[in-house]
T-cell receptor, first 115, second 112 residues
Framework: QQQVKQSPQSLIVQKGGISIINCAYE??????FPWYQQFPGKGPALLIA?????SEKKEGRFTISFNKSAKQFSLHIMDSQPGDSATYFC??????????????FGSGTRLQVQP | DGGITQSPKYLFRKEGQNVTLSCEQN?????MYWYRQDPGQGLRLIYY???????QKGDIAEGYSVSREKKESFPLTVTSAQKNPTAFYLC???????????FGPGTRLTVL
């Protein structure tokens, strides 16, 4: 119930194309859904996040689409650029009794944007 | 600059040795975390701490130990009991109750 399933494992997109990464969850108690971007040898950095009371959030070329009934959310990267080549992780946060929010991460998608 | 620092960037350890990874933050965050990352896998939680002098085990705590004597610091010791310690270790911090975690640059540990 704590799992977040992410697909695809790897993705190759041409420059200017749309990259789409999907995540699914089971636990309806998750209440915050961030996406992280990680370049090789670096720590993950928060890219964009959404709460379940909205169906879409857009920041520049990055959009999260959220389907509460299907328990799915996805990251869309419009006009993909070679500089977007990185590993992307979806995550879901759940409030715990102790007051903290526990994050569960997907397994990651390695995106390669070809010039 | 506010942020999280980890040291060293690369660490080599002989089998049977304990090693300590450093994590420092100046974001004034209450909560700090240690994750392990293996190739092709997501991040797995080792330990977390919500307040000074208190910490809790995560999903894969066996073979690891931590301390939280100062708000800014959360060192991780990889003990000889950890059977497969070669991995990329990430430290993170957050405000208590917030889902957004900020990550350090990581330490790559290799056991020779």
């Amino acid at each position: 119930q704590q799992q977040v399933k992410q697909s695809p494992q790897s993705l190759i997109v041409q420059k200017g194309g749309i990259s789409i990464i999907n995540c699914a969850y089971e636990n309806t108690a998750f209440d915050y859904f961030p996406w992280y971007q990680q370049f090789p040898g670096k720590g993950p950095a928060l890219l964009i996040a959404i709460r379940p009371d909205v169906s879409e959030k857009k920041e520049g070329r990055f959009t999260i689409s959220f389907n509460k009934s299907a328990k799915q959310f996805s990251l869309h990267i419009m006009d993909s650029q070679p500089g977007d080549s990185a590993t992307y992780f979806c995550a879901a946060a759940i409030p715990m009794d102790t007051g903290r929010r526990a994050l569960t991460f997907g397994s990651g998608t390695r995106l390669q944007v070809q010039p | 600059d506010g942020g999280i620092t980890q040291s060293p960037k690369y660490l080599f350890r002989k089998e049977g040795q304990n090693v300590t990874l450093s994590c420092e933050q100046n974001l004034n965050h209450d909560a700090m975390y240690w994750y392990r990352q293996d190739p092709g896998q997501g991040l797995r939680l080792i330990y977390y701490s919500q307040i000074v002098n208190d910490f809790q085990k995560g999903d894969i705590a066996e073979g690891y130990s931590v301390s939280r004597e100062k708000k800014e610091s959360f060192p991780l010791t990889v003990t000889s009991a950890q059977k497969n310690p070669t991995a990329f270790y990430l430290c993170a911090s957050s405000m208590t109750g917030e889902g957004e975690q900020f990550f350090g640059p990581g330490t790559r540990l290799t056991v020779l």
